[in-house]
């Protein structure tokens, strides 16, 4: 509580340009309890980049009543050269040492509180809502270099590319109509880059003679994927533009599937993220993405080696068997097959089994959540209630006569009976919210178009602890304070908003 956070502008830096983002901190001072995560990080950054003088002081007549309530216990002419000696110590020696403790502490605490908005920003991304399997063309928007367009199969398999020029509308609008009939184009996905909000227009403008949903899709990190090892792995023949361009397309169809392949710092969701203890950082990432795909569960049959090694159970080296034996062997018939994977030991198979579907398999449990060592029991209630497997689960009516304390013993609780049950009525079900369209406003299209007082539509595109970054379309995303998010007071502004959230 005595101790203050003071910063200082180096003077000979004042007036440059890159120091002016932290004119708010040139004369600052504030008690470092109460602080923010995010103002201490930025200090911090100031400082290492030369901007910022950063000092913690601390009320030394508070600390040195505190040093002589322990070591003076009389009052005596010893007394005074104890307090002498406590006076000198702490200036000399304890004081350094305090401060430099404090700012430890005070980095720590703003790293945790910066690592724990990332993380929940990650999570909400990567189970933002997917368009599931159909048939997309993806545009990565450009204007000099012309719009990267790849049309993909519902697998996210590539089909065709090419490149379009926006200044040549009528041929574009020629190219884009053929390519929609021709590979049966159900879903067209934009990229929210450089001249995104021009390629949405003229793609909305065209009458394609079916119904095809138009989404703006977040490119953030798919210049880095389309030059990275990864994707010159999945597509050693083409360019790093048709690779965003795919990246853009199956972000749109599943946004887990493609968001795995990225480092999250890339992702452009956190705050200060480059500044944080980076040990730290990347083990919360990979838990939440671990977590992430757990919870929605993977198709063993269309997943990449990159989503298959996040699975709980599966190294890196044992999600490239899946795939190797999944490409000499054809599909996975069941979930029993993959003990034949190499390296897929009985505890990883027991780690890994429920959280890997089969879609189509003979048994309909490999498709759903049910783990296999609990097959024996769903068939058990199958026969006690005289139905099948398939009529358990298509019939609510016969899900009904199961008496769920029968089930219950030493190994099977009544939470896992309730959770087998919830699960046999929509087994293999995404938990992911479904997609929805969404549309800026059309009469804005730069940040002039934006006027006082105008009420527009936006995205939410990132959370930090002081306020919300919101798309509204004029591509560069625009920040509303934690103290406007409301009409009351908000201390945390993920109470008020979340990632995607249509505002």
Do not use: W
């Not at 500044?275 to 919870?295: C, G, I, M, P, Y």
């Amino acid at each position: 509580e005595s101790a203050t956070l003071q910063s200082k502008v180096m003077t000979a830096k004042k007036d440059e340009e890159e120091a002016q983002k932290y004119r708010d901190y040139f004369e600052f001072n504030e008690p470092l309890g109460k602080c923010p995560s995010h103002r201490i990080l930025a200090i911090r950054r100031a400082e290492k980049e030369g901007y910022l003088l950063m000092d913690i002081n601390i009320d030394k007549t508070i600390a040195v009543e505190s040093l002589e309530e322990v070591f003076i216990k009389a009052s005596n002419p010893a007394a005074a050269e104890v307090k002498k000696a406590v006076d000198d110590s702490y200036t000399r020696l304890l004081k350094p040492s305090i401060e430099n403790e404090f700012r430890l502490v005070s980095k720590t605490k703003a790293d945790e509180e910066a690592i724990n908005v990332f993380t929940e920003n990650l999570r909400q991304l990567l189970l933002a809502s997917p368009l599931g399997s159909k048939k997309v063309l993806a545009l990565d928007p450009g204007f000099r270099t012309g719009c990267k367009i790849v049309c993909l199969d519902a697998q996210g398999a590539l089909q065709h590319h090419t490149v379009i020029y926006l200044h040549q509308a009528d041929n574009a609008v020629h190219e884009l109509k053929f390519l929609v009939q021709k590979y049966d184009i159900e879903a067209i996905g934009v990229g929210n880059g450089t001249a995104g909000r021009e390629t949405e227009t003229l793609v909305r403008s065209i009458d394609f003679g079916k119904p095809v949903s138009i989404f703006q899709v977040n490119e953030s990190g798919a210049s880095i994927y389309s030059a990275s090892e990864v994707a010159r792995e999945e597509f050693p023949d083409h360019d790093v533009t048709v690779r965003g361009a795919i990246s853009i397309g199956r972000r749109l169809l599943d946004p887990l599937s493609e968001l795995v392949k990225i480092d999250p710092k890339s992702i452009g969701v956190g705050q200060y993220q480059h500044d944080v203890n980076q040990t730290k950082l990347k083990t919360a990432l990979d838990r939440v993405v671990e977590s992430a795909v757990n919870f929605v569960g993977v198709d063993v049959n269309t997943a990449s080696k990159h989503l298959l090694q996040y699975v709980s159970g599966i190294s890196a080296t044992l999600a490239g068997n899946i795939v190797s034996y999944r490409t000499q062997n054809g599909a996975f018939k069941s979930r029993e097959e993959l003990k034949k994977v190499p390296l897929m030991g009985p505890k990883s198979f027991e780690q890994c089994a429920g959280f890997l579907r089969i879609p189509g398999a003979p048994n309909v449990l490999d498709a759903s959540s049910v783990h296999p060592e609990r097959y024996a029991l769903v068939e058990q209630m199958a026969k006690d209630v005289q139905a099948s497997l398939e009529d358990l689960i298509r019939n609510a009516d016969v899900r009904k006569k199961i008496n769920k304390k029968q089930y219950i013993n030493e190994t099977v609780g009544a939470y896992t009976i309730d959770d087998i049950l919830k699960e046999l009525e929509k087994p293999g079900r995404d938990p992911r919210a479904q997609i929805e369209e969404f549309r800026f406003d059309d009469t804005i299209k730069s940040i002039e178009d934006v006027k006082v007082g105008m009420t527009v539509p936006g995205i939410v595109t990132n959370i930090t602890a002081f306020g919300a970054f919101v798309d509204i379309g004029v591509k560069q995303d625009g920040l509303v304070h934690v103290s406007q998010l409301s009409n009351r007071y908000v201390s945390d502004p993920k109470e008020v908003v979340k990632l995607n959230q249509r505002v």
